[in-house]
């Protein structure tokens, strides 16, 4: 008898050996674990607050709704919202991609994007807070901020709410061969974790392809050079300057409709009216046609040529608004206590003489007490005045935004709070500048890059302490960095962009 208990005992702890090596087996599929791997070890470490509950799949249906109302092509009217949204939704989908990796979360961030407020078809601005590993409270969060329905985000099951596993997972009697699975899968994949932020393994990963992509970019913009060269002569143009964020690639085809419109342009003897227009000017390729505070021209490489041959036809018209856009600048700083008013080269000319003269109008209207409070309080600032869409700022390189329908008693409100921080910020910029300037171009000599760049309105304090930790990286990083083309940005992870620059956070580790 004892000898038969013993067998049976034997016989079930070999079947338990095998059903456990079946299962670590399985577990070679990714995917397959990837899911159990997240139920299992919130079970076991935290709970259901760090459990997603949802596939990638079913995280982008339920999204559909968000992406639809933050589209930046739904604000191609407006470029500085278009691209806007496009950062933040890089951003976003980064964080999303990192819950889906066996991966710790990845660090908290902040986003906000512009949204068209369905009650009175303004435009609305929503933030939206990234954190923790818990992919379906992120969805529900994106889509409650921007009132739309959650109905297509999948429900948690009951059991799973209640002991922290997915229904019909693993029950009690394989929880020991849960934990050896997931200690011996931490193991395997120990040696090749790479968290999206670490700028060494990033450089092993995809130094290669950076290369190659550089190496391609290059040969495309020496024959794109050939084609602005001849374009440049043919019509008098002074210089040609790519704007979107589209690959360059996509530039041929533009410099080819121009080359054509002005082919099959009317012409006399003596003059083609597209290059009567485009002569002695700058030419830009952006979101939008018209033309431009420097009295340039910027086509919309998404508009038809048509809209091209209008915005040029229109232009002499159109250019005669500089002198009346240099006397409205002139009439606001008077009254903004000689501020100095912005009016970026690259945005349009007719819409910033309205905004400015807008704003003029409100002002004037006031009494004497309040025009004394904007002289006052807008003494020795930056200000640009912005579209209604936007809202009162303060800018990162203390620039103070002015919205044209703002209201007088709001923006003495925000001149009281943030004029001094404007005053400050400019102060101190132009030494943060040269201290950048100079810290970029150490590092180019000590690392040997082939570049170092970074994204336009970025925090030049950050990157000032980021490129600081460049400069003293170990000597096996410094190998890898040789011949590089660094771009600090504000995404959290490492990449590789077209041009075959390696996108880097300034968290980088």
Same mark, same amino acid.
């Not at 019509?235 to 080359?259: D, F, P, Q, Y």
């Not at 990162?396 to 935004?401: A, M, V």
């Given at each position: 008898?004892?000898?038969?208990?013993?067998?049976?005992?034997?016989?079930?702890?070999?079947?338990?050996?095998?059903?456990?090596?079946?299962?670590?087996?399985?577990?070679?599929?990714?995917?397959?674990?990837?899911?159990?791997?997240?139920?299992?070890?919130?079970?076991?470490?935290?709970?259901?607050?760090?459990?997603?509950?949802?596939?990638?799949?079913?995280?982008?249906?339920?999204?559909?709704?968000?992406?639809?109302?933050?589209?930046?092509?739904?604000?191609?009217?407006?470029?500085?919202?278009?691209?806007?949204?496009?950062?933040?939704?890089?951003?976003?989908?980064?964080?999303?991609?990192?819950?889906?990796?066996?991966?710790?979360?990845?660090?908290?961030?902040?986003?906000?994007?512009?949204?068209?407020?369905?009650?009175?078809?303004?435009?609305?601005?929503?933030?939206?807070?990234?954190?923790?590993?818990?992919?379906?409270?992120?969805?529900?969060?994106?889509?409650?901020?921007?009132?739309?329905?959650?109905?297509?985000?999948?429900?948690?099951?009951?059991?799973?709410?209640?002991?922290?596993?997915?229904?019909?997972?693993?029950?009690?009697?394989?929880?020991?061969?849960?934990?050896?699975?997931?200690?011996?899968?931490?193991?395997?994949?120990?040696?090749?974790?790479?968290?999206?932020?670490?700028?060494?393994?990033?450089?092993?990963?995809?130094?290669?392809?950076?290369?190659?992509?550089?190496?391609?970019?290059?040969?495309?913009?020496?024959?794109?050079?050939?084609?602005?060269?001849?374009?440049?002569?043919?019509?008098?143009?002074?210089?040609?300057?790519?704007?979107?964020?589209?690959?360059?690639?996509?530039?041929?085809?533009?410099?080819?409709?121009?080359?054509?419109?002005?082919?099959?342009?009317?012409?006399?003897?003596?003059?083609?009216?597209?290059?009567?227009?485009?002569?002695?000017?700058?030419?830009?390729?952006?979101?939008?046609?018209?033309?431009?505070?420097?009295?340039?021209?910027?086509?919309?490489?998404?508009?038809?040529?048509?809209?091209?041959?209008?915005?040029?036809?229109?232009?002499?018209?159109? +250019?005669?608004? %500089? /002198?009346?856009?240099? #006397?409205?600048?002139?009439?606001? @700083?008077? &009254?903004?206590?000689? =501020? *100095?008013?912005?009016?970026?080269?690259?945005?349009?000319?007719?819409?910033?003489?309205?905004?400015?003269?807008?704003?003029?109008?409100?002002?004037?209207?006031?009494?004497?007490?309040?025009?004394?409070?904007?002289?006052?309080?807008?003494?020795?600032?930056?200000?640009?005045?912005?579209?209604?869409?936007?809202?009162?700022?303060?800018?990162?390189?203390? +620039?103070?935004? %002015? /919205?044209?329908?703002? #209201?007088?008693?709001?923006?003495? @409100?925000? &001149?009281?709070?943030? =004029? *001094?921080?404007?005053?400050?910020?400019?102060?101190?910029?132009?030494?943060?500048?040269?201290?950048?300037?100079?810290?970029?171009?150490?590092?180019?000599?000590?690392?040997?890059?082939?570049?170092?760049?970074?994204?336009?309105?970025?925090?030049?304090?950050?990157?000032?302490?980021?490129?600081?930790?460049?400069?003293?990286?170990?000597?096996?990083?410094?190998?890898?960095?040789?011949?590089?083309?660094?771009?600090?940005?504000?995404?959290?992870?490492?990449?590789?962009?077209?041009?075959?620059?390696?996108?880097?956070?300034?968290?980088?580790?």
């Amino acid at each position: 008898m004892c000898s038969v208990v013993s067998s049976k005992r034997i016989l079930l702890a070999t079947s338990s050996v095998v059903e456990v090596f079946r299962k670590k087996t399985l577990c070679q599929n990714e995917m397959l674990f990837r899911f159990h791997w997240r139920s299992i070890s919130s079970s076991l470490y935290g709970g259901v607050g760090n459990m997603r509950y949802i596939s990638s799949q079913q995280a982008a249906v339920a999204l559909r709704p968000f992406y639809f109302a933050v589209h930046p092509d739904r604000f191609a009217n407006n470029p500085e919202i278009r691209a806007h949204n496009e950062r933040s939704l890089q951003t976003f989908n980064g964080y999303l991609n990192d819950l889906f990796r066996p991966q710790r979360p990845p660090d908290p961030v902040k986003v906000d994007f512009y949204i068209v407020d369905k009650n009175n078809g303004r435009l609305r601005k929503v933030q939206i807070s990234l954190t923790g590993s818990n992919a379906r409270s992120i969805i529900v969060a994106a889509l409650e901020k921007c009132n739309l329905p959650t109905k297509n985000v999948p429900m948690a099951s009951t059991e799973a709410l209640r002991t922290g596993l997915p229904r019909s997972v693993f029950d009690s009697s394989e929880i020991d061969a849960a934990k050896e699975m997931i200690g011996l899968f931490r193991k395997k994949r120990s040696a090749h974790f790479v968290r999206g932020n670490d700028l060494s393994a990033a450089l092993r990963k995809h130094r290669e392809a950076a290369k190659q992509a550089a190496k391609a970019f290059e040969k495309t913009s020496r024959l794109l050079q050939e084609e602005v060269d001849e374009l440049e002569e043919r019509a008098g143009i002074t210089e040609i300057i790519w704007l979107t964020n589209w690959a360059k690639s996509h530039m041929r085809r533009s410099l080819l409709t121009v080359n054509r419109l002005i082919t099959y342009a009317p012409s006399s003897s003596s003059s083609n009216s597209i290059v009567d227009a485009l002569r002695g000017y700058c030419l830009r390729f952006g979101n939008g046609s018209f033309v431009c505070c420097d009295g340039g021209m910027q086509f919309g490489v998404q508009d038809v040529p048509e809209v091209w041959e209008r915005v040029c036809s229109e232009a002499f018209v159109r +250019r005669s608004q %500089l /002198p009346e856009l240099r #006397g409205a600048r002139a009439r606001l @700083s008077e &009254l903004m206590g000689n =501020a *100095h008013i912005l009016a970026p080269p690259e945005r349009s000319l007719a819409q910033t003489v309205d905004q400015i003269q807008s704003l003029i109008v409100r002002i004037l209207t006031r009494d004497d007490s309040d025009r004394l409070r904007l002289q006052t309080l807008g003494k020795d600032t930056l200000i640009e005045v912005v579209s209604a869409y936007d809202e009162l700022a303060l800018g990162k390189d203390g +620039r103070l935004f %002015l /919205p044209c329908n703002a #209201g007088i008693k709001h923006v003495i @409100s925000f &001149l009281s709070e943030k =004029a *001094h921080l404007s005053r400050q910020i400019n102060a101190s910029l132009h030494r943060l500048q040269c201290d950048v300037e100079n810290v970029r171009r150490d590092c180019i000599g000590e690392l040997k890059l082939r570049d170092l760049t970074w994204q336009q309105g970025i925090n030049l304090g950050e990157l000032l302490s980021s490129l600081r930790r460049l400069q003293q990286v170990e000597a096996s990083l410094r190998e890898l960095l040789v011949g590089m083309w660094l771009h600090f940005d504000t995404n959290p992870t490492i990449y590789v962009m077209v041009d075959g620059r390696l996108s880097v956070p300034l968290e980088w580790v």
